[in-house]
C-alpha cells in the first residue's frame, strides 16, 4: 500500500483510498492476533519509543503491544520522572531523541500541534497519540474499523457522535475520517459543548438527544473532559445523565441493529449507563480496545517501510 507521509500527526487531510488501505491492512493483523500469530521479524532492530506527557493506560499500551507483536524494542518514557518536569523543553527533549537514534516516536501531549512540532525536529517518524483538543488519529481508524466490521461499509451510514465535542480529540479526527468516508455524521450535546466550527467539518448539529439518535446506525459515546473545562459549562452530573446520557429509553430513537461505541475510560452514570455499556449485543467497546492493537499494528508497519534501514 501507499501512504504519502512520513508521520501520522491526524486524520484531516488524508484522502479515501490512504484511509482505506490503512483500514484494510489493520484487518489482517486482526485476523493475524485471533489466530495468535505474530510477526515478531518486521520490525525487528526498530526502536519504538511512547512518549506520553499524559496519563492513558489504554493508549500507551495498546502501541506498546502493537510494536512487540511486530519485533519492535519497546522504551516508555515516564514523563512525570524524567528531565521533562525538571525544566526541559520540547525542543531539548527532541534532540536527546535523536541521540537516541529512535525510529518511531508515539506523543501524547496536552498542548495541540506538540507532536507536529517534534516531528520537525526529529528523524523519526512521529505518530500523534492525542495533542490537546486537535486530533487522535489512531483511536478514529480503531473506531472506523469497528464500525465496518459491523456494518459492511462507512458509506451511508448515520454515525451520532454525542456529549462533549467541544472537548474531544477523538470527535475530531472521527468526523474527519466518517465524513471523508461518505458517512453522515451528527454531533449531539448541549449548546456550551459544541464547537463552534462543528457545521464546517460537515456535520448535523443537534441539542437533543432523541432527535440526534434517530436513525442512527452507530451512537458514539464521549467522556466528560471536566479537566480541559472552564466553570459553568454543565450542571451537574445528574442532570447531564437525564439529558445527554445514554440509557435504554434515549437508544430506543437509534436503528434496531445500531452499535453503540465509547474511547474510554467511561463515567458510568454520567455520559452511558452500565446497562448499555455492557450490553452483550449492542454494545462494541471491548471490541474498539481490541482493534486498537490491530490499528496501531498497521500504522507501525506503514510507517516503518519508509525509514532507511539503518539508523
Known amino acids: 500500500m501507499t501512504y504519502p507521509r512520513k508521520h501520522l500527526l491526524a486524520i484531516e487531510g488524508l484522502e479515501p483510498p490512504h484511509i482505506a488501505d490503512l483500514l484494510d491492512l489493520a484487518e489482517s493483523y486482526a485476523l493475524?492476533?485471533?489466530?495468535?500469530?505474530?510477526?515478531?521479524?518486521?520490525?525487528k532492530g526498530r526502536t519504538l519509543i511512547n512518549l506520553f506527557f499524559e496519563d492513558s493506560t489504554r493508549t500507551r499500551t495498546s502501541f506498546e503491544l502493537a510494536g512487540k507483536r511486530l519485533g519492535a524494542d519497546v522504551i516508555n518514557m515516564s514523563v512525570s520522572t524524567s528531565s521533562v518536569n525538571k525544566g526541559e523543553t520540547l525542543l531539548d527533549t527532541a534532540s536527546t531523541?535523536?541521540?537516541?537514534?529512535?525510529?518511531?516516536?508515539?506523543?501524547?501531549?496536552?498542548q495541540s500541534g506538540a507532536p507536529s512540532l517534534l516531528?520537525?525536529?526529529?528523524?523519526?517518524?512521529?505518530?500523534?497519540?492525542?495533542?490537546?483538543?486537535?486530533?487522535?488519529?489512531?483511536?478514529?481508524?480503531?473506531?472506523?474499523?469497528t464500525i465496518r466490521r459491523h456494518k459492511g461499509r462507512l458509506e451511508g451510514l448515520i454515525v451520532a457522535i454525542c456529549g462533549d465535542i467541544a472537548h474531544s480529540r477523538v470527535a475530531r479526527s472521527n468526523m474527519h475520517l466518517l465524513t471523508t468516508m461518505g458517512s453522515r455524521v451528527r454531533v449531539v450535546g448541549p449548546p456550551t459543548l459544541i464547537p463552534a466550527e462543528a457545521a464546517?467539518?460537515?456535520v448535523e448539529v443537534f441539542h437533543d438527544m432523541k432527535a440526534g439518535l434517530a436513525g442512527a446506525d452507530v451512537v458514539m459515546m464521549l467522556r466528560l473532559q471536566r479537566e480541559r473545562m472552564s466553570g459553568g459549562m454543565v450542571p451537574s452530573a445528574r442532570e447531564f445523565f437525564?439529558?445527554?446520557?445514554?440509557?435504554?429509553?434515549?437508544?430506543?430513537?437509534?436503528?434496531?441493529?445500531s452499535i453503540v461505541m465509547h474511547p474510554g475510560p467511561m463515567n458510568r452514570g454520567v455520559e452511558i449507563e452500565s446497562a448499555i455499556a455492557d450490553h452483550p449485543t449492542r454494545s462494541v467497546i471491548g471490541e474498539q480496545v481490541e482493534m486498537g492493537v490491530a490499528c496501531r499494528m498497521a500504522v507501525l508497519d506503514v510507517l516503518s517501510r519508509q525509514l532507511p534501514r539503518n539508523r
Open 32 to 43: 493475524l492476533n485471533r489466530s495468535g500469530k505474530t510477526q515478531r521479524d518486521l520490525l
Open 97 to 110: 531523541l535523536n541521540a537516541m537514534h529512535c525510529d518511531l516516536l508515539v506523543v501524547r501531549h496536552g
Open 119 to 145: 516531528s520537525q525536529k526529529v528523524d523519526a517518524a512521529v505518530i500523534n497519540a492525542g495533542d490537546g483538543t486537535h486530533e487522535h488519529p489512531t483511536q478514529a481508524l480503531l473506531d472506523a474499523l
Open 200 to 202: 464546517r467539518l460537515g
Open 242 to 257: 437525564r439529558f445527554y446520557g445514554l440509557d435504554a429509553e434515549k437508544l430506543a430513537f437509534a436503528k434496531p441493529d
